[in-house]
Nanobody
Framework: QVQLTESGGGLVQAGSSLRLSCVTS????????MGWFRQAPGKEREYVAS????????YFGDAVKDRFDISRDDAKNAVYLQMNNLIPEDTAVYYC????????????????WGQGTQVTVSP
């Protein structure tokens, strides 16, 4: 069965960095756009970042642009989110997602979701 497993979350102070990992299995990873979403308590799920098939194009939500980086390693079926200069507003559960659509942007309804990893940023 398809699995997307996030890791790397935790509790950090503002200004710190975290690197989230999403290791996947059970689907043709190289054929999927990969991305990250996040959801804070009481908030709508928010697009964070995505990376194209082949890893040559990157997209970021306005709230994280210039602070976060996304990358993928097709040999490991993994996608990563490097989060720098974290602020308390980044506190959320971060979800990895896979999207097989041919559009350049990440779908708001990806094909597969991970179960999330908690990121908490203290002031």
């Amino acid at each position: 069965q398809v699995q997307l497993t996030e890791s790397g979350g935790g509790l950090v102070q503002a200004g710190s960095s975290l690197r989230l990992s999403c290791v996947t299995s059970g689907f043709a990873f190289r054929s999927y756009k990969m991305g990250w979403f996040r959801q804070a308590p009481g908030k709508e799920r928010e697009y964070v970042a995505s990376i194209s098939r082949g890893g040559h194009s990157w997209y970021f939500g306005d709230a994280v642009k210039d602070r976060f980086d996304i990358s993928r390693d097709d040999a490991k079926n993994a996608v990563y989110l490097q989060m720098n200069n974290l602020i308390p507003e980044d506190t959320a559960v971060y979800y990895c997602a896979a999207d097989r659509s041919l559009s350049s942007r990440m779908s708001t309804t990806p094909d597969y979701w991970g179960q999330g990893t908690q990121v908490t940023v203290s002031p």
